[in-house]
């Protein structure tokens, strides 16, 4: 048909208003973890770390979805306070001498098994 407008129409892409519908259903691109920088799959166990301790007056503070094995290794690290004067980023989180370790060991492992990385 000449003169008409097919602008997207079989394309393969989405209309401007489908795009945020279309795209969680089409591309389901898990998390990753910003601690050991692995995907956090749908199914295995994660919380929400408070960078700010809730005890530490950040109630309502920022948060980051880490893998529940990333956030227990932090608190059995480092005490509340700890996290709150020194430890408040990821960056710092990821710096710590103790956690890097973990965190590097762990990135060689999946999240149902290890993968040997050579």
Known sequence: MEGASHEGV???????????????????????CPLCLRPIPPGVPQSRHHLVPKLR??????TVLIHQVCHSTIHRT????????????VEALRGHPELRRFFDWVAKWTCTGFVPVF
Do not use: C, F
């Open 10 to 32: 079989g394309s393969g892409w989405a209309q401007p208003r489908d795009h945020a519908r279309l795209t969680r259903v089409t591309d389901p691109v898990p998390p990753i």
């Open 57 to 62: 007056g950040s109630k309502g503070g920022k």
């Open 78 to 89: 480092l005490s509340e306070t700890e996290l709150a004067r020194n430890y408040a980023t």
